[in-house]
């Protein structure tokens, strides 16, 4: 008689939503950017469109550990992946709040994600950032800012 593993428990504590991802990157892409980063993860899983079968720019980072899941969260968000700064947030932390949103426009075409979260974070801790851009990586002169309050 074999004798199984039982399964380990994944809670959505130890998952994260990763954005903004280039329409090239698939599920593999991303476990072994963030495997080559140091991070034990679970699984990496990216959102395709079920009827056209394109990536719908998003997914999602498993991680056997909330203190893995905080750690990458902290230090990976806005990197860049295949071209593109990646947006990450807590993946049942994603709600709505109209008055902590702000648009910010006029922003040089040199700017990039990283940048825009660091002009913002003095006024507030960031809970998501998100710089629109041309494909060719350039500033659309646009982008969206969410902070905690």
């Known amino acids: 008689m074999q004798q199984t593993q039982p399964k380990r428990d994944f809670s ?3 998952s994260l939503y990763i954005g903004n991802l280039s329409p090239t990157t698939y599920d593999l892409d991303l476990y072994k950017f963030f495997k080559s980063a140091g991070f034990v993860l679970a699984s ?4 395709f ?3 056209t079968r394109s990536s719908r720019g998003f997914g999602y980072l498993n991680f056997y550990n909330q203190d893995e899941a905080v750690r990458c969260l902290t230090t990976m968000n806005n990197a860049e992946i295949d071209g593109k700064q990646i947006v990450l947030n807590k993946k049942n932390n994603r709600d709505f709040d109209s008055k ?3 648009l910010v426009r006029n922003l040089p075409r040199e700017m990039d994600q990283k940048n825009l979260s660091a002009l913002c974070s003095k006024y507030g801790e960031i809970k998501s950032c998100k710089l629109e ?3 060719d990586g350039g500033s659309r002169g646009f982008g969206y800012v969410q902070f905690e309050t």
């Open 133 to 135: 851009v041309f494909q």
């Open 100 to 102: 902590a949103n702000v």
């Open 44 to 47: 990496a899983k990216v959102m």
């Open 12 to 14: 959505e504590l130890f």
């Open 49 to 51: 469109d079920n009827e």
